[in-house]
């Protein structure tokens, strides 16, 4: 009985301190959120402070109500920062001064104004930008470490929109014992200005293949466009070169650029670093190769006597404002033939399914929705076959003459950390290509579950192609490992140290076994020799007393 009360105070003892600590757990662990929140250091387009070290900076102080009040009063404030309606995103930067920050980041926008946070710069121009079912009225993600953000607005409707922010630490990982529903977030709204009727000032700069300019001044727009659909920019030769600027600093989105021939006698296709899209502004420019070809020469087009005019249209989006058609043309009276041959790449010869004649085909674009090329998790390398395709029946050259292009490289790149992919088979290092096929292999080298885009580029200075595909990534993966020969080398070594020990413990066995035979009929004889000295003592013993008796 005694030992059991005994029993029963110690346990209770143990209780009771245990409840102490944990409510000195929870104590210290609401006084450490509130330092977890003061740590966080948060900038916009990275120089504008927002937050650090539990302040607050101006113009991020106005509460919520507040901001929905000037938006009511149409009443523009310095109080909060209101973005323009030439600025279509903005960086958003999050960062802890002591510790890695593991935070959720909630983005909650007004009606009429679409949003969507993105983690990398170019995922502001990919082909799913121009559309608005990329954008929601609200954004909520979880991130595990420093990052910089990038907030891109879609505008529906005219109007100025409330865009709320939280961004919520994560003490879970750092305070694993105990919970609580609600954490402290670092809460701030913002204003962002929509003008769906507000025309961008482009600025554009026709140029031959050698970067001469037309004419000295660029073209307008606005003077383009000027007779409806007409417009003044006219080639002459294969190639041609075309610069894409904006008229004021403010950055602008162009997705999905095209070129459309409007003569059947007349080939374009569309080349350079902007045919992925960018971001064009008063000092970045985006540049294009129109790729030209004139056949069955005659006097038609817009040109009278023995001129010979033939018309394409250049287009591109600006999102969020409609597509930009430009028309141009092409004389080819005064034309001077070159070597143009569209880059093909296909995952069968002749299968003509993800580049032809230069241009991406929709399923193997990014962002092209539930119609993407995707590769099931099974597959652990797909083939491609590349090379150019000369067109026999419009130039005049023979096969001796044909040319070869060429890239600076071809880089492979994806959007989540699951996988290593690389391109085998072919150089990604100045890679000629000519019309044979050349196989090129793409190998994705799973590591984690889970599905990423996955991009392949070919680059040059003047060239600019790439698709994209969607790789799932099986539950289970097997990482491939460059070092088997030196587990194989291990292995061997542990067989061979392990038929040593064997070895030597046979030995060890035996030698004693042969002790073990030569110690007994020592013993034996010893204790023979023994027992026959002591029957001899005692015979002796026995005479003697007869003798003497």
Known sequence: IALTISLVSLLLFFSASAAENALDQNSARILEETKLIDDYWIFLNGHTPIFEQGVFKDPFKVSPKEVEQLIKSNTTSDKVYNSSVTEQFFQLSVSAGKTNPEYRLLVIAAEGLGIRVVEHYEALWEHESGSRDAFSIYSFQEYTRAKDLWVHFYCEKNGQYAVHFAITPNPDVAFPMTGSSEHPSISFTTIKTCSINYHRDFVLTPMDLWGNKHRQE???????????????????????????????????????????????????????????????????????????????????????????????????????????????????????????????????????????????????????????????????????????????????QSEEDFVFDWFERVD?????????????????????????????????????????????????????????????????????????????????????????????????????????????????????????????????RVQTYDDNI
Request: aromatic share 12%; glycine share 8%; charged share 20%.
């Open 218 to 396: 660029s073209y307008h727009l606005q003077e383009l466009i000027a007779n409806g659909t007409e417009s003044n920019i006219t080639f002459g030769m294969a190639r041609n070169h075309l610069e894409l600027k904006v008229g004021d600093q403010s950055g602008q989105i162009i997705v999905q650029p095209e070129v459309l021939s409007l003569d059947d006698t007349l080939t374009v296709g569309l080349l350079g670093k902007g045919l992925r899209g960018g971001i064009a502004t008063a000092t970045h420019s985006l540049e294009y190769t129109f790729a030209l070809d004139c056949h069955n020469k005659s006097g038609v087009g817009k040109g009278v006597n023995d001129t010979d005019f033939r018309k394409f249209m250049f287009s591109f989006i600006p999102p969020p404002f409609d597509r930009v058609e430009i028309p141009m043309w092409v004389d080819c009276k005064q034309f001077v033939e070159g070597k143009f041959f569209p880059f093909n790449v296909e995952t069968s010869k002749n299968g003509k399914d993800v580049i032809y004649s230069g241009k991406t085909f929709d399923i193997y674009q990014k962002g092209a929705g539930p119609r993407q090329a995707n590769i099931p998790p099974e597959v652990g390398a797909t083939e491609f076959y590349i090379y150019l395709e000369p067109y026999a029946a419009t130039t005049n």
């Open 412 to 540: 492979v790149s994806h959007t989540h950390d699951i996988l290593d992919p690389e391109i085998v088979n072919i150089a990604t290092r100045g890679l000629a290509v000519t019309k044979d096929f050349q196989r090129m292999v793409l190998v994705y080298n799973c590591k984690q579950p889970g599905k990423t885009n996955v991009t392949v580029s070919f680059l040059q200075h003047d060239h600019g192609y790439d698709f994209n595909v969607i790789k799932h990534c099986p539950n289970k993966v097997q990482i491939k490992s460059t070092s088997g020969f030196w587990r194989f080398l291990f292995a061997a070594g542990v067989i061979f140290f392990g038929c040593f020990l064997v070895t030597v413990l046979r030995a060890l066995i035996h030698k004693e076994h042969s002790a073990s035979k030569d110690y007994t009929p020592t013993s034996t004889s010893k204790r023979k020799s023994e027992t026959e000295m002591s029957t001899s003592t005692e015979h002796s």
